[in-house]
């Protein structure tokens, strides 16, 4: 480890994407690492400044290990469509390397409640990404439980959590108070930071409390209906400006499910956000395990600015 007990070397597969900038972003911003971005050969995609780019054929196990030697922390991020195996080879390629730990593709839902692990389509991939970790011997991963990204799925539109914001119109799943714990993708950063700005052991606390553990992290707590009235803030609207309709969760989840199976892409990002709803549900987490935001000094985050950047997103798709 690097002077001090610290993690100094971190390297990061996914480094340009969607939630893998916010870390290599966030990383950098504290100044006390070095970050490496392991990117395919020939990729084009634009980096954070100071971030060092390491170029590898993902499917040649031995450059892998040898572009992740040396390196105390993999954060790996992959679309939900790159191919399974990806994940796999790069676990192993980091575990050959000697790399101590590895934070795996994970970034959702309780991956300890084991009836939303059955139902919601990812956690229980998830999970079996964070444990495959530990089959080959050399690394322990650290999987954090973040919840959906607000500002991504606020602006992802109906089949998401519900909202046509262009259109004025919702669609409440039950009677749209279930509270469910959500991240922004800034806050996933700030929290990898946090973490590794930490002790690696010998502390408390300390990275390795979270050793082989889940890494409950979240912006706030909120439910549907309280995204509306975050909206209504925003902009200046009110209910009555608005089309509000309502669907029981389970028949929603269902009717996603049927949609799955006539092969409708859509109907998978029904059921999986419907699910989280459920108001048995696994989905506040914050209330069911607790968050390490204190621990690690990360804030809680106000909902009308994250909105606000949601409204963004989609302005800027127009």
């Given at each position: 480890m690097a002077q001090g007990n610290y993690i100094e070397r971190v390297a990061i597969v996914g480094a340009g994407g969607h939630i893998g900038k916010h870390f290599t972003e966030q990383l950098l911003k504290t100044g006390k690492h070095i970050v490496t971005a392991i990117t395919r050969i020939g990729s084009t995609s634009s980096l954070p400044e100071g971030a060092k780019r390491v170029e590898v054929n993902y499917d040649d196990l031995q450059a892998l290990a040898a572009a992740l030697r040396g390196q105390e922390f993999l954060i790996i991020t992959l679309s939900l469509t790159a191919p399974p195996e990806s994940h796999t080879k790069i676990a192993k390629a980091a575990s050959e390397a000697g790399v101590p730990y590895i934070m795996p593709n994970c970034y959702g839902s309780d991956i300890q409640n084991?009836?939303?692990r059955k139902e919601d389509l990812y956690s229980d991939g998830a999970l079996k990404r964070c444990l495959e970790v530990g089959q080959y011997g050399n690394a322990a991963y650290i999987g954090m439980v973040c919840g959906f990204w607000y500002e991504w799925?606020?602006?992802l539109g109906a089949n998401g959590f519900g909202f046509d914001i262009k259109n004025k119109s919702v669609t409440f799943i039950d009677d749209g108070n279930t509270k469910i714990t959500v991240s922004t993708s800034l806050q996933?950063?700030?929290?990898?930071a946090a973490l590794l700005s930490l002790p690696e052991s010998g502390a408390e606390p300390a990275v390795s409390h979270w050793k082989n553990k889940p890494f409950y992290i979240g912006s706030f707590t909120i439910s549907q209906r309280d995204m509306l009235d975050s909206i209504h803030r925003?902009?200046?609207?009110t209910d009555a400006d608005w089309t509000?309709?309502?669907?029981?969760?389970?028949?929603?989840y269902q009717d996603g499910l049927a949609e799955m199976a006539k092969g409708e892409r859509m109907g998978f990002v029904k059921a999986l956000y419907t699910r989280i709803f459920f108001q048995d549900g696994g989905g506040n987490f914050e209330a069911n395990r607790g968050l390490a935001n204190d621990t690690i000094g990360l804030r809680k985050e106000?909902?009308?600015e994250a909105t606000k950047?949601?409204?963004e997103l989609i302005s800027a798709r127009v």
């Open positions: 084991e009836t939303l799925s606020l602006a996933c950063g700030r929290a990898v925003v902009t200046g609207s509000i309709s309502y669907e029981p969760s389970k028949q929603r106000d909902i009308d950047r949601a409204i």
